[in-house]
């Protein structure tokens, strides 16, 4: 086993190559998600988003878990990687083509007609997911975050260049859907160039058996957990119409881009590196507790800065047809805020091998989800938002505070780390509230927008500084390292 300080300067260089990784990733993919919005209207991205609600769903459990587990696995051996890669290779082309031939019931499902050339031609999306699955955890599992950042962010820049090339020509949804294709069909290239390893002709069911064990509480857990994140999509988009679904999946993914960026980039990388320590106590706590708390020092002034300046950004970005996304992105932001640190605890669960619990936790979290949402429904959009947002807070508690018992961490010692940060992110809010309030509606939203970002900037680094917050000074420290011992 590697020396501690060895071992943690690996996980300190995973974290922040995934975690600044996925900034640029993510601020690429916002670039041209902002071009196309700006060419394309809300019921364009409500048909993709009646669609992406089954394809995302069977596309994040088609590897089972196995993916996760060849990452978690101490002893891994070329039957474990080979028979993963035709299993879900196998399972990927059943399952486009099962979908493919439902096309039609799923566009009766919804009642709009447009839905069913899309569901039929994004079935491939299965296939290429399947074919650098085993490629994609073979790098995680050596840390090899900057090869991964720079395959992820190539095969985005390309897919947006497609995507805005054929909105700007005409082509409506169809450009979101090349988008999606061609993102997936480049990284799965990529992937398989470069992992340096190609699969053999063997398919062996002891090998998938030792891995089923950890992979089957995945699949379950994944499960749950889409429907439970995505019911809120399913209710408007079945009970309010396109229109409505354009308008709430645009503001959902402006709000989680401060958990994608962060604290699933971070979740990612803390996931490999917690397992390879996953026997010693006092260190999976440590390294769990200040990767919570550098990842909340990002997520909160950025949740709670989409709270104050949701009016500017929404119709400076992404055009005035879009102001009715406004409310939805103050309430949605504060679920991300809470989701941002609860994001951690899946990579603590699966480090220690408890995918049972991690899985009973899910169930709790996606039942209140669901029925949230439900209730929310009777009010329209911000009914459902709310709802998805009541539910987020409500299940956070009991997650955190179990996650903390499988290492001696109590709930006391987490708000102690978090507590610092959300004052001085509270304290940011306060100022671009202020410049809000006193420009009164008489600047035009793009210069009101910069404005306010570089006060609660300012704003933000002062009172970090003024309440000496401890997690600030570590991240400032793990920046100046070398980035060495990446494994990319």
Known sequence: MAPA???EARAGAAIRWSVSGRLAVQAIRLGFGVAVARLLSPREFGLLALVTVLTQFVTSVTDAGLEDALVQRRALEERHRSSVF?????????LAVATHLAAPAVARFYAVAEVQPLVEVLAILFVLRAVGSVPRALLVRRLAFRRLIAI???????????????????AGVASLVAQLLTAAALESALLWRAGGWRPTFVLRTDALGELFGFGVYRIATRTLGYWGQHADKLLVGKLLGVGPLGLYERAYALTRFPVLWVARAAARAAFPSLAGIQDETARVRALYLRTTAAVALVTFPLCLGLVAAAEPLVTGLLGPQWRAAVPLVRILAV???VQSVATLTGSLYLAQGRTDLHFRMNVLQNVAMIAAVAVGGRWG????AA???VATVVTALPTLWIAGRLVGSPLRSLAAHLGPVLLASATMTLAVLGLDAAAGGRVAALPLLA???AAGAA?????????RVESFGDVLRALRRPARADGG
Do not use: C, I, R
């Not at 035709?86 to 059943?94: C, K």
């Not at 959009?381 to 459902?384: H, L």
């Open 451 to 453: 404005g306010e970002v």
């Open 387 to 389: 709802g998805h947002t």
């Open 381 to 384: 959009t911000v009914g459902v």
């Open 459 to 467: 704003a933000y680094l002062a009172a970090l500084q003024l309440f």
């Open 86 to 94: 035709w299993l879900q290779l196998l399972v990927g082309g059943a």
């Open 152 to 170: 992820e962010a190539g095969a985005t820049a390309a897919a947006g260049v497609a995507g805005v090339g054929l909105a700007a020509g005409g």
């Open 335 to 337: 679920a991300s805020l």
């Open 5 to 7: 300080d060895t071992q």
